[in-house]
């Protein structure tokens, strides 16, 4: 809250601050994340204590919900971002999708079930351990279990939660996407926009925002979304590489492979 009230809206850090579109936003997403959480819980705060609390209508009706705070707090910035290029560039692309592109973290499309799966079973084996040490004082290695009980049930809970947000972020995206790319506009077109502006910039940003890229076109993919093809821009990416890279430092070629690993890793498992 207090990193939000501090934070300039993005218009102002823009225009006011003359900061370039992705500084921007790496500056004002935790603001973006803050608000649309606060906004769903106001939402669901509200709903009356005699509905349905079925699994499938508790789901359908925090989808809605979630979809209403995405909603609220992206318009204004839906808006604000259509200063940043010349109206021509969002005839080729979607300023919807940019906003969308850019909001977002590697939280909402990934959980990394099997990592916290490896650390819960670390915690186990040292509770499995601490039962078989006779050595070890009753008191201390109470303690210990106790220490480790609380990291595995942390862990879950963290699990539970972060996969419950990407859940809730997938159902927005799914209802969002036939809207993202205009059939009218060819491909070719649309992805050259959507490198420059969004790919380019964010993947050499920091190591995170390149595994982010990644996990974003595997999410377009996987939802299949309308227009996007995800060979055609595969082969954009690798046929443009030399050009890609000789432009780059040293840190951001780094960074620039951890976005290529992920789509070679699709590309093979396809094979």
């Known amino acids: ?7 300039p809206s993005l218009d102002t850090l823009v225009q006011d601050y003359r900061i370039t579109g992705d500084v921007a936003f790496f500056l004002y997403r935790p603001r973006i994340s803050s608000s649309i959480g606060v906004k769903f819980a106001e939402l669901e ?16 009706r925090q ?31 979607n300023y919807k999708l940019y906003v969308v592109f850019w909001s977002l973290t590697l939280y909402d499309l990934h959980v990394p079930k099997g990592r916290y799966e490896e650390e819960i079973n670390k915690a186990k ?19 210990e279990q106790e220490r480790s009980e609380a990291l595995i049930n942390r862990l879950q809970e963290e699990k539970k939660r972060q996969d419950d947000n990407h859940q809730l972020v997938l159902g927005w995206l799914r209802q969002e996407k036939d809207s993202w790319l205009n059939p009218k506009v060819t491909k070719n077109r649309t992805l050259t926009q959507f490198l420059q502006l969004c790919i380019f910039p964010r993947c050499c940003f920091t190591t995170t925002d390149a595994v982010y890229c990644a ?20 082969d954009r990416v690798f046929s443009d590489l030399s050009y890609t890279v000789s432009c780059c430092t040293e840190n951001e070629v780094r960074r620039y492979g951890h976005f290529l690993y992920q789509p070679l890793d699709m590309v093979s498992r396809w094979q």
């Open 125 to 143: 084996d040292v509770i499995s351990a601490l039962e078989n040490n006779q050595e070890m004082p009753s008191s201390k290695k109470k303690k």
């Open 215 to 234: 996990k974003f076109i595997k999410t377009l993919h996987t939802l299949e979304t309308p227009h996007f093809s995800t060979l055609l821009f595969f």
């Open 1 to 7: 809250e207090e990193y939000g009230r501090r934070v």
């Open 45 to 60: 705060k509200s709903v009356k204590a005699g509905d349905k609390h079925d699994r499938k209508s508790v789901m359908s």
């Open 63 to 93: 989808e809605k919900h979630f979809g209403t705070a995405c909603e609220e707090i992206l318009g204004p910035i839906f808006e604000a971002v259509k200063s940043l290029q010349p109206p021509r560039v969002w005839e080729d692309l």
